[in-house]
């Protein structure tokens, strides 16, 4: 069965920083596109980061750009979140799709998502 997993999410205070990983069971991640993206209530799913093969360029959303870093090797993909502000909260969710071209932050480029981990930036 394939699946995956998102950990690593939590409280953090304003200022603070967060690594998100992101493992998949039954397959390897290092032939997909991988996407992480985030939906805060009342709003729409946001792509935030992507990374395409191993040695490819990713792609940030301009909210997190100079704050958020991906990477990843062939069974986890990791998020790592700097400088988090409270419109940083959300459920950040991973999700794969097949490595045509780049990766993009359109969720219609992937098809096998995880379930979601909570980040919540607050004093």
């Known amino acids: 069965q394939l699946q995956f997993v998102e950990t690593g999410g939590g409280l953090v205070q304003p200022g603070g920083s967060l690594r998100l990983s992101c493992t998949a069971s039954?397959?390897?991640?290092?032939?997909?596109?991988i996407g992480w993206f985030r939906q805060a209530p009342g709003k729409e799913r946001e792509g935030v980061s992507c990374?395409?093969?191993?040695?490819?360029r990713p792609a940030y959303a301009d909210s997190v750009k100079g704050r958020f870093t991906i990477s990843r090797d062939r069974k986890i993909v990791y998020l790592h979140m700097n400088a988090l502000n409270p419109e940083d909260t959300a459920v950040y969710y991973c999700?794969?799709?097949?490595?045509?071209?780049?990766?993009?932050?359109?969720?219609?480029?992937?098809?096998?998502w995880g379930q979601g981990t909570q980040v919540t930036v607050s004093s």
């Open positions: 990374i395409g093969r191993i040695g490819t």
């Open positions: 999700a794969a799709g097949a490595a045509v071209g780049l990766c993009g932050l359109s969720a219609g480029q992937y098809n096998r």
């Open positions: 039954g397959f390897l991640l290092d032939s997909y596109h």
